[in-house]
């Protein structure tokens, strides 16, 4: 017990030397280390944001809309959206990065490509 409490203040800690502790979503943003960090660790990175906050676009049977397949990544917070832009470039994808608006307060930044 007293080492998943220990575990917990250190995670905390952790979490606050990064910077992001207390942060709105709009502002936050991942350290910008990941940015150094090996290929591999950054792919790993990528994978976990685009499994929380990614899709993918195709089209459907019947649409009549042509839509190229793709990848998208949605974030309120635009530095977000450009350092997640930055890391696929590192890979060579070509991403674009635009504003939707949303159904709340804030506007989405969507990060496209393929």
Do not use: W
């Amino acid at each position: 017990m007293k080492g998943s409490i220990a575990l917990r203040k250190s995670g905390k800690d952790y979490i606050n030397s990064l910077g992001i502790s207390g942060q709105k979503s709009a502002t936050k943003c991942a350290p910008d280390f990941v940015a150094h960090l090996s290929d591999e660790h950054v792919l790993a990175f990528l994978a976990g944001q685009f499994m929380t906050d990614g899709g993918f676009t195709t089209r459907e049977p019947g649409e009549k809309k042509h839509t190229t397949p793709g990848v998208r990544f949605s974030t309120v917070s635009r530095r977000q959206a450009e350092f997640f832009a930055q890391l696929c470039r590192r890979f060579g994808l070509r991403v674009n990065v635009r504003m939707e608006p949303r159904t709340k307060k804030n506007e989405q930044n969507i990060v496209t490509g393929k």
